[in-house]
C-alpha cells in the first residue's frame, strides 16, 4: 500500500504499525495536506474494519473519538480511513521510565471515564482496553486521549427491543487478556462493568508499574486468572494508590446489567487530586516540543514590543559635545539632558526644536498593532535631521 494513492486524494506516506490482523499506515489528503491514519486487513475475508467503521459512524456526533472519513478495499483487503492521532499511551509509557505520576493517572482515569461513559451510552461496550488502544491527540488536540481500535467492540443493548442482553456465555475471544476483566476470561457475556474493570487495572499499572500476574514467568491464561479472581488488596496497596485498589472493588462488585457511576467515580478523583495538592495533567505535556521549542513572534505586530520596535539602535544616536553648552541627546519626541547649565542662546534653540516638532507624528496611546512600521521609521529619521 506505500505510496500509492488512494480514493484519487489520500497519498499513503508510511507504515506506522504492523499488527496481527491490520496494519496502520500514515496518509496525507493531498489538496489539504492533512494527515489521517489507513487501517487495512490482513487477510482478504476479515472484516473487523467494517465493525470499527460502523462504531465509529454510530459516535460520528461526538467530539471524544477519532473521525471515520472513508473505507474501501485495496487489493482486496478492506480499508478504513480514520483521523491522524499521536503516539499511544503504551509508547509514551515506556519513554516515561515504566511509570505515570499519581497526577498524570488521575488524568487518565477522568478522560477515560468520559470516553467510555459517552461509548456506553450509545449502547456500545469497548471489550479489553489496553494501553495500545489509547493514544494522544494530534496537533491542536495534542493534550487529549482517545480510544482507538473499535474492532473488537460490540452491542449490549438489543436494538430490535431496547433492553439489556441477557447474561449468558460470551464468544469474544482475544489473545491478550493482561487487562481483560474476569469475566471476559471465564467467557461469561460482556457488560458495562467489565469496561470498567479493565480500567483499573490499566490505572494499577500506569502508577505501579506492573500487576500481580505480570512478571518475568510467562503466565498462562489459567494462572493470570486464578490471580484475577484472588487479588490480595492488602499486599498491593503496599505499592498502589488506594483511590484505584477502592476502584477496582468497585468494578467487580457491580451487577451484570448495572450502570456504572461514572460521575462519582469521577469525583472521587477529583477530590483526591485537590486534597493531596496534585495536579491532574499528563507527565508528557511537560516534555513535549510545542511547549519546549523557541516561540517565533512577530514583535512588529505585537503591542508590547512597539515602544522596542519604534526606537532606534543606541549606536545610531550620537551625544554632541559643545564647549560651554548642554550635551544633548536627541531622540524621537522628546531630549534626555546629559551635562550641565547651558546659556540663554542653547534655550532658544531647544524651543525652536520643540515648534519643529511634527504635529502628525503617529501618538502610540492605547498600543495598536503596527501595519506601516517601515513609515513611521522613515518619518522619525526625517524629523531627527531637521535637528542636526
Not at 55 to 68: G, I, M, N
Not at 135 to 142: I, K
Not at 186 to 196: A, H, K, T, V
Amino acid at each position: 500500500m506505500l505510496n500509492t494513492v488512494l480514493e484519487n486524494k489520500y497519498q499513503v506516506l508510511k507504515l506506522i504499525r504492523q499488527g496481527e490482523n491490520h496494519d496502520v499506515y500514515k496518509a496525507q489528503e493531498e489538496k489539504t495536506n492533512k494527515k489521517v491514519a489507513i487501517k487495512s486487513e490482513n487477510f482478504i475475508d476479515s472484516t473487523l474494519l467494517l465493525n470499527e467503521a460502523q462504531v465509529l459512524t454510530d459516535l460520528s456526533s461526538q467530539d471524544s473519538f477519532p473521525r471515520f472519513l472513508s473505507k474501501g478495499k485495496h487489493n482486496g483487503k478492506n480499508y478504513i480511513i480514520v483521523d491522524y492521532l499521536g503516539s499511544s499511551l503504551s509508547a509514551k509509557f515506556t519513554k516515561s521510565n515504566g511509570k505515570f505520576s499519581f497526577g498524570c493517572a488521575l488524568r487518565i482515569a477522568e478522560q477515560l471515564l468520559y470516553r467510555i461513559e459517552i461509548l456506553h451510552k450509545s449502547g456500545y461496550l469497548y471489550n479489553n482496553i489496553k494501553p495500545e488502544s489509547i493514544s494522544a491527540g494530534s496537533g491542536l488536540n495534542w493534550q487529549s486521549i482517545y480510544l482507538t481500535s473499535f474492532k473488537l467492540s460490540s452491542k449490549y443493548i438489543n436494538t430490535k427491543n431496547g433492553r439489556h442482553i441477557p447474561i449468558g456465555k460470551s464468544s469474544t475471544s482475544i489473545k491478550k487478556t493482561v487487562y481483560s476483566s474476569l469475566n471476559l476470561m471465564n467467557r461469561i457475556s460482556l457488560s458495562r462493568r467489565d469496561d470498567i474493570e479493565s480500567i483499573a487495572y490499566l490505572l494499577i499499572y500506569f502508577t505501579t508499574g506492573t500487576l500481580p500476574w505480570i512478571t518475568q514467568e510467562n503466565f498462562s491464561d489459567s494462572e493470570i486468572r486464578r490471580k484475577k479472581a484472588n487479588i490480595n488488596y492488602e499486599v498491593l496497596s503496599k505499592t498502589c494508590q488506594i483511590e484505584f485498589i477502592n476502584f477496582l472493588k468497585y468494578a467487580k462488585s457491580l451487577e451484570f446489567n448495572q450502570e456504572p457511576d461514572y460521575e462519582m467515580l469521577r469525583n472521587i478523583f477529583k477530590e483526591s487530586a485537590s486534597k493531596s495538592k496534585i495536579i491532574r495533567a499528563y507527565d508528557w505535556i511537560f516534555n513535549n516540543e510545542k511547549l519546549s521549542s523557541p516561540i517565533k513572534i512577530d514583535k512588529s505586530q505585537n503591542p508590547l514590543f512597539l515602544n522596542a520596535a519604534l526606537r532606534e539602535p543606541e549606536e545610531n544616536f550620537e551625544i554632541v559635545k559643545l564647549k560651554g553648552r548642554k550635551n544633548k541627546k536627541v531622540m524621537f519626541g522628546e531630549t534626555n539632558e546629559i551635562g550641565s547649565d547651558g546659556d540663554p542662546a542653547e534655550k532658544a534653540l531647544e524651543e525652536k526644536k520643540q515648534q519643529l516638532c511634527r504635529n502628525d507624528t503617529i501618538k502610540l496611546q492605547t498600543l495598536p498593532e503596527i501595519q506601516n512600521r517601515n513609515k513611521i521609521i522613515k518619518m522619525r529619521r526625517d524629523f531627527l535631521a531637521t535637528l542636526r
